[in-house]
């Protein structure tokens, strides 16, 4: 309780006294761990070797993992998902429809990639991070298995 | 006056002394700051986080400012749309028709971004430097934005 | 003092509701303009044009100012010892010694430079960011008109 | 025993089957992983916060984590290291001495980073990928938590 | 005989002791130089000026020759072709209809070129590598050639 | 007459005596010079300020000019229309239609530019050459530029 | 007469109406050309190829020029030095001494190369660009070329 | 015989009628594949594997083998050697000392690497070409090695 009580008052402290301080969310590492696993999991039921990301609000990595024999491409797309979920506070297939229409798009923002398969970490309604797969046979198959992943953050 | 005058003399006899030199113009770091300062205000007022972009005629960075919390594609957004415009000497939002026609267009010159958001400085007719700005939900807004830190440039 | 009272009761839920996620802090924008308004302020007494860079504990810029006829190296001069200072916590000044050794040192890490005009924003104890500058006659005087950056942020 | 000597059977065929295939060794994803989390449990035991890189003998990631807080250089030291460990199959504190001698060494070499944190996965005789950490406060620091993990390898 | 069972045990050992080892395929040097001068002998044949590649699963380079006088592209599109067939494992020009598709489809996955000229080398059911060939006057032409390079591959 | 003599013999025993020995040609630099000079006279007479390129065989730059005031995108425009007209063996102009189409095209291949401004310099039947233009309100006007340059050149 | 009048009203009213508004001197293309021509004959007098640069106060091109067969590292070294000498304001022969020091430098500083053959051009005591020189046996070998191109240029 | 008068009118031709061509000498690819046969022959004799890349004047590859199992920082290695051996016209051993010395030396020019193993391939007092190998134990071995190619080129 008393420690309860001094956290608060650290924390209350804090807003108080550092006015030029802001605060950026991230998921942590373990969670991240916990999250790949549940993707390779997942992955591996239907047979499927992908590649994982979880990137910060930055599109920073917070962890990448390459599945045994996942093909050359699945790293870079993997990110590219997680950072396009993670800039556009979406999953990537919502998001295809309108990259993929006539003429200049959102689909010309260098380091984006529209494929199914990057999902958001959202907490209190801002996306904090994301997950990427790649490597399925299908854009579908590695959101689910991104979402999997997902399923494990307590937010 | 004299100080004047003085000043005048001064830049005629640059002009007949060295027919090797020409003259680029670029806005002044100040007005970068302050222009800056009203694109971010803009945006703001709508609870938008973006990045702000000013470059220079040879496309370099004059200021770079990226917002609590802006997504990790504004930088490069930013940019782009702030070298697209000093490029072309118009408003990214009047080149997009033309970049998003069929088959091959302007689209395809390297580091260019045809979104709304960038617009140039145009000083005696000709583009010395641009503002570009991304993050808001759309290319208009930020267009807004920037022009918002347009009007504060005294030309 | 409702207001006070809630936001504590904000904080205290948000550290027992999401155990997966973990915060990042991070200097606002507006202190990071303020600190590179500083900056470029006491470069210019001594009529120095400078490039000034605010990054963040990823080593994302924030803010990226380049002085008047600043360098063409000044840029990425300010965002390396920037990036220097956060990675390791200590004005690059104090690095100097430990990477100009004989042999591998520090210095061999990528996207480094120990050269002085890097310092650290410290909050807590650790380094959250950093301000990097680059383009007065030497290192030494790059360092002073960085803290003079830095003595705006309040911490 | 019957699914050993069709595995064996297998495997003979394959040798005689395909001369024009060659094999070449990696670990396991899971391998991997369980390496990382001891780096990092043995890191976090002395409050270091590290990135810890696993490759492969192509220098390609199997596995990059940087735990909360790490710092941004690293997770390219951590990657550098672990490439200069696979390519010379010693760890990279052995290596230190002949890098840093006077003159062009294996110091020049692209891509390689002799500080102490790289050790190689040796199996049967060849390097077949590496460990490497970056972030703890001494370079020898980040070889025991890299040991650490290779102890988690079966070889 | 005995060299066959020592073999064999050799083998078996191997799969009992090291659980964390995985084998990972790839060509021989020698199939690769065989493979690239039937490419070029094809190529030859019809007058044509070639760059073939031959990568492995990681999309790594095994193999560049560039023929005397062959265009500053082939190199560049002879790797991207292979590295898109080993990555999908099947031939680039079967995946040109879905690259090529209205909206957002797998072109937009970096580091590939679904132009005809690329050709896995599958071996068990599996992309161990791939052949892509550039220069010649239509992409049907590259993979024919890239076809004679296949046809010396004793799998 | 002994001189042309000698020059003869000279140049015969270099095809006998040396058959892994083969020949590339290029422009010389006095040649290049002088059609960059025309392509600026030329665009200059229209009051258009470009930069052009003349690149060899082997894509690389052989003279690059940007004149007076030309926008940041001209350079890198002007070397890659120079170089697909060199790849390609034809002006861009006569492979837009081709790049244009629907679905994967040459479009795809890296670092080309299919807009016109790009024109080969042919000798004997091969491309050894080209010259690119970038700047002028349309890529028309590019090519007329550039073949302004390309007309000094005597093959 | 009243056209020297008239110019110096419109500099006078430039100078008054855009207090927001900065020059940037540079020399001209036709200055460059000039320059670059100077350069090629004086090293070819001793029979020496090499690659001549002229670029910015930005450290853009102007000018590249490679003479015919120079050897592939003239294109880099050239712009580097000419980028070091317009960064620094001296020739690099007067910085190399320092620049070679024990412990970090400025030689750390990067797209910097301090062997000689880059010259600064100055005008009105600033640096306004560089010209930089590459490929001949020696650095001042190098050096006194570059001069020889200075020299044809009128501040 | 008539062929070979027809031949000499040929080139004499050339010579009188194109002043602005000139030509840049290559090895073919037929001798550059003998090369690096006997290049890795050599090397295997020895059980080392080893990369090796036969590059032109331009420092463009013609060709590049990584034999089986060859370390991560082999193809990079082979490359720069070659590189600097071509830019130099001399082996990479000759340079070792000069580029090692005190100070600024040639060691700084980018994309070069001083370590031994990289012989230029010399036609009429001009370099050509270069062979570069890396991987072996040391650079005398890569050396060697390299040596073994050159000697199967007939100049």
Chains 1, 2, 3, 4, 5, 6, 7, 8 share one sequence.
Do not use: C, W
Request: glycine share 10%; aromatic share 6%; proline share 4%.
């Amino acid at each position: 309780m008393t420690k309860i009580f001094f956290l608060v008052l650290l924390l209350v402290s804090a807003v108080f006294a550092a006015a030029d301080i802001t605060r950026v969310n991230t998921i942590t590492t373990d969670a991240a761990i916990e999250a790949a696993e549940a993707v390779l999991k997942a992955a591996r039921k239907a047979n499927h070797t992908v590649a994982v990301a979880v990137i910060d609000r930055n599109g920073k990595y917070r962890l990448l993992i390459t599945d045994d024999n996942a093909g050359p491409q699945t790293e870079e797309s993997a990110k590219r998902k997680a950072f396009t979920a993670v800039s556009f506070g979406q999953p990537t297939s919502n998001l295809t429809a309108a990259a993929g229409g006539d003429g200049v798009t959102i689909h010309d923002i260098p380091n984006t990639l529209f494929l199914a398969g990057g999902v958001p970490i959202t907490y209190r309604g801002a996306p904090i991070g994301a997950i990427g797969v790649g490597g399925a046979p299908s854009g579908d198959m590695d959101e689910a298995y991104a979402r999997a992943g997902l399923a494990t953050i307590h937010l």
